[in-house]
């Protein structure tokens, strides 16, 4: 497969790495993949998995909640996918989630976090406090996105689909934390996925250049002071590495790099590859520390190819800080924008009447109506006025009617107790894939749990084991499917 390498490719990369890693580096392409997933903190402890997991499971050493499978185990042909339970993600990429260093209460942003693989570890970090932040600019992308938030059960995740520049414009140092994972000529992925080889010359390092450094130009404006900022990328090249942060630290006085630990064997940035792509022949002061960022190569983990870097932002405010007022940038193209189509207080009866009925105890968040659809909104998230705004919160349900219908992604946000009418399938239960597919179920009264004197009939949370896949509705003996077509095992 390495003849499959663009001729420009090789050249640069046996010029940077030298003779010897570079066949060292091409015998990776011969070599076997690394396959991940990441166990879901919202959902359950990383060793309940590993008890649960009917297959085996292996530590990513950088990476606490991170595990290898072996590609026969097929873990996204499992109902515990369908539980959010874990994520599918290739073992290099958890690592910048892991350097950004999230807490419960931090107020975080992942500004290019389509399809979520990121979103959703930084949802596991802050174990529903404080507030995430998902944008992508790519509508189809942003789907994709919103998907993943809702499967994981994400309760304190706002999705936008938007321009980093908008985004800066009203949300000056509005977090603490901020990831830009960032669209690049993905040279790391070359050995996974042989599109992306296709792919290079289309997404030029000169292109991606361009883009990089305007996003973190807006990010960097999004920063609070003493806030961090992870930049990571999965392609190899030093101008959208080293050379891409050197030019950060040059226009950005008020940022450093926080020196990230070479283990597991990551190498350190190389300050002296900026300095050659400058035609220099020793780095400067800003290419130096450069040399706190780490570089996963495939021929030296297990694990394709990443490039991340930690930067901190001074806790006073820097005067010279360029000040991101661009408010006449169009909106990201696509879907109109979502904007509260509604001014006046909506009547909320339905839905409280709902939680009463079937829920156990209240739910976070603020009721937000978006149209005839009703979010929870995380305390404190940001203002959303004027902005593409995907999903301002959990998505609860709709209210239509005088009813309100609840929605898929309320129940994968529940957990077992939290419904007051639970079906709990065991997993190697052939019901479970049949609710999956969609079908209608036979279920003997005596099946269901029902707590706080209701009757059997109305909504049930259908469970394997513990863990929520979605609403039924109960009547005389059949459980109606409430399983969303677009989710359906196929
Ligand atoms: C490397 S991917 C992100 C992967 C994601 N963080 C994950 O872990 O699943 C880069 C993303 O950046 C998005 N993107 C490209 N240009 C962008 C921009 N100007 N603003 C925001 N997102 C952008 C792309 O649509 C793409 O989804």
Redesign the pocket.
Known sequence: MDNHLPEAFRMKMRLLLGEEEYQAYLASFGQERYYGLRSNPLKLAAEELLELAPYRLAPVPWCPTGYYYEESARPGKHPYYHAGMYYIQEPS?MIPAELLDVQPGDRVL?????????TTQLAGKLQGQGWLVA????LD?VKALTKNVELAGIRNAMVTHE??DRLAARWPEAFNKILV????SGEGMFRKDEDMIRQWEKHSVAVCMG?QA??LRDAAAMLAPGGRLVYST?TFSPEENESMIAEFLRQHTGFRVVPAPAAHGFVPGRPDWAAQTRGADTPDEAEEQTAGAVRLWPHRIKGEGHFAVVLEKDATPVASEPEPVRLESKPAKGRKGSAPARTTAPDLTPWEQFVKDNLTQPLPGTPVMFGERLYLAAAGSPPVAELKIYRPGWYAGELKRGRFEPSHALAMGLSRGDARRVLALPQDSSRVIRYLKGETLEVAEAELECSGGVSSKGYVLVCVDRFPLGWGKWNQGMLKNEYPAGWRWV
């Not at 992942?110 to 990121?118: I, Q």
């Not at 994972?181 to 690049?184: G, I, M």
């Open positions: 990429a992942d500004l290019c976090a389509a399809p979520g693989g990121k944008n992508d600019n790519s992308r321009t980093p994972d960032a669209p690049c883009m305007e996003i999965c």
